[in-house]
């Protein structure tokens, strides 16, 4: 974008969703192809997105695969082609499924960690933790039964 222009609502758009997901420990670039899929009515090719967001390919090859790996995005290879085309996926029930069930495997861990303490400190800790992210499971379980129920109350109406 040349200095002294304005930013137009889908550019605004897109580097908003590049922040939110910095914000999250993904790389800037992630969350603005996820920007871009959300806003795209048909799946797009790693060249479209490049293209459109300024990126390299590869940085859009590593995009989309951080993107399929929390189930934000579908890649979709195209019969005998070796072009592939990229959609998003169902959004924030997918974002939290998949963060739900990274939670889970890290309360495992943490339990395997806990047997390798005495009482102490440290086991105290790990307690504390695992609360915290099964807390954090319990209130995302709640949140997706809700947004479920909303979904299907949505569709019967």
């Given at each position: 974008?040349?200095?002294?222009?304005?930013?137009?609502?889908?550019?605004?758009?897109?580097?908003?969703?590049?922040?939110?997901?910095?914000?999250?420990?993904?790389?800037?670039?992630?969350?603005?192809?996820?920007?871009?899929?959300?806003?795209?009515?048909?799946?797009?090719?790693?060249?479209?997105?490049?293209?459109?967001?300024?990126?390299?390919?590869?940085?859009?090859?590593?995009?989309?695969?951080?993107?399929?790996?929390?189930?934000?995005?579908?890649?979709?290879?195209?019969?005998?082609?070796?072009?592939?085309?990229?959609?998003?996926?169902?959004?924030?029930?997918?974002?939290?499924?998949?963060?739900?069930?990274?939670?889970?495997?890290?309360?495992?861990?943490?339990?395997?960690?806990?047997?390798?303490?005495?009482?102490?400190?440290?086991?105290?800790?790990?307690?504390?933790?695992?609360?915290?992210?099964?807390?954090?499971?319990e209130v995302g379980n709640q949140l997706?039964?809700s947004y479920r129920r909303q979904r299907?109350?949505?569709?019967?109406?």
């Amino acid at each position: 974008m040349e200095a002294g222009t304005a930013m137009s609502g889908r550019e605004a758009f897109i580097t908003s969703v590049g922040d939110l997901l910095a914000a999250w420990n993904l790389p800037h670039a992630t969350g603005r192809v996820y920007g871009l899929l959300l806003l795209s009515e048909e799946p797009i090719s790693l060249d479209t997105i490049a293209a459109e967001l300024g990126l390299s390919k590869g940085a859009v090859s590593t995009a989309v695969r951080q993107l399929a790996s929390w189930g934000l995005a579908k890649v979709m290879p195209q019969p005998g082609s070796r072009r592939l085309l990229i959609e998003a996926t169902g959004g924030i029930e997918s974002l939290l499924e998949a963060s739900q069930a990274r939670a889970r495997t890290l309360i495992a861990a943490l339990r395997e960690g806990q047997d390798l303490v005495d009482a102490g400190p440290a086991r105290e800790r790990l307690h504390e933790v695992i609360g915290l992210f099964a807390g954090y499971v319990e209130v995302g379980n709640q949140l997706l039964s809700s947004y479920r129920r909303q979904r299907a109350e949505d569709s019967a109406t």
